[in-house]
């Protein structure tokens, strides 16, 4: 059996106010290539399928066209889980109509395998959405002893990946989803601090050992997860969606596994539909960016600039290096003084509240917040964070 191993999609995702839907069109055109030049059979996407859990009509037409097409055409049987950026209802709400096509979709956690027909096998699949304390309340009650919760929430992570998979046989495949996130997986930037680590953090030994692959999304970065009993690994997304990821070759995972093959074979198939996001360092000031600029350089990707100068670049020069080059997002002035740009020597280290304290006395001339408004600020991130 040939499964193929995609997550975070993240349709309707911009940067900085830039679409990303032609990248998204390309990506499922490229997806179908390797569907049909690898002789897919199963294919499973570890949740986000979307940016926001209202996402923008494109964003879904683009979803439910390509699937769609994608199982009918190839006869092949997809399954799809909800991320923390999905809406679970809201991306099931077609399940019963798409399952008759193949395409099975699970938005909240549950303790029902799926069972996948496959060219006369059977895929057993313990998929579990994005596991929010929220999400699992219909199966389990919430923990009342706060210091236990990170305990209490690896312990239910446990107890549910344990009665998904009890009833597994050796005679079929054996797999599990999740879209979570497993202790010693590397982030970027891009996955929201908010929403990696901390108590919604599991560890290896929760991972089910009576499977032989564990496909997981949430994680930006392809990559292994060490420490668990069988497989484990992040897909990645198809595209990069923050400077962090430079550099970083996005890929999907082809899995080739037999029932009684404990350990499967793993292929790494790099992408190329996304538009590569490049830092230019330019370390002599604006005679090495107008070159570059005349070379074409990167002239299909995101560019990052950090401009080296003695003095403030003048608007005509900001002018015209966008111009030149509409793919460049951010210009980060360099003086003599400064051994890096401001923004990551600031940015990662204070404190929200003090980060929106900066950004309000700037955008108000020098205006400083008080207290009710700095607390309600706090209250709406927190909402923010529990709504994803």
Do not use: C
């Not at 797999?175 to 970027?188: D, E």
């Not at 990696?196 to 499977?211: F, L, Q, R, S, W």
């Amino acid at each position: 059996m040939r499964i193929l191993h995609t997550a975070d999609w993240h349709i309707g995702r911009t940067l900085e106010g830039r679409s990303r839907f032609a990248e998204h069109v390309a990506f499922f055109e490229e997806l179908e290539t390797i569907i049909k030049d690898e002789k897919i059979d199963v294919l499973l996407m570890a949740g986000d399928v979307f940016d926001s859990v209202n996402p923008p009509a494109f964003a879904e037409e683009l979803f439910y066209e390509s699937v769609a097409k994608i199982s009918r055409q190839y006869n092949l049987p997809i399954a799809i889980i909800a991320g923390n950026h999905d809406h679970p209802e809201r991306l099931a709400a077609a399940r019963k109509i798409a399952q008759t096509q193949g395409i099975y979709i699970v938005g909240y956690p549950g303790v029902e395998p799926l069972q996948i027909p496959v060219n006369g096998d059977v895929l057993q699949l313990a998929a579990l959405p994005y596991p929010s304390e929220s999400r699992m309340r219909s199966v389990f009650t919430e923990s009342s002893e706060e210091k236990q919760l990170r305990d209490a929430y690896n312990e239910k992570i446990k107890s549910i990946f344990q009665r998904l998979t009890h009833s597994f046989k050796k005679n079929h495949v054996r797999m599990a989803m999740s879209h979570m996130f497993v202790a010693g997986g590397s982030a970027s930037d891009s996955e929201r601090p908010i929403e990696v680590g901390g108590a919604y953090t599991i560890t290896a030994d929760a991972v089910p050992e009576n499977i032989q692959y564990t496909a997981l999304g949430h994680l930006h970065r392809p990559q292994n997860i060490r420490h668990t009993k069988t497989i484990t690994r992040y897909a990645g997304s198809p595209l990069a969606f923050s400077f962090s990821e430079s550099g970083v070759t996005k890929s999907v995972t082809v899995v080739d596994v037999k029932p009684e093959d404990e350990t499967p074979s793993i292929k790494e198939i790099p992408l190329s539909s996304g538009k590569p996001l490049v830092r230019w360092e330019a370390t002599h000031g604006m005679s090495q960016v107008k070159q570059w600029l005349d070379e074409k350089k990167d002239t299909n990707a995101w560019i990052e600039l950090s401009l080296h100068m003695n003095e403030t670049p003048s608007m005509e020069e900001i002018q015209f290096i966008r111009k030149s080059h509409p793919g460049i997002i951010h210009i980060y002035p360099i003086f003599p003084e400064m051994k890096e740009r401001p923004a990551t020597t600031q940015k990662n280290n204070l404190p929200i509240d003090e980060l929106f304290q900066k950004f309000y006395e700037k955008q108000t001339g020098g205006a400083k917040p008080d207290d009710d408004l700095i607390r309600l600020f706090m209250e709406m991130i927190e909402e923010e964070g529990e709504s994803n």
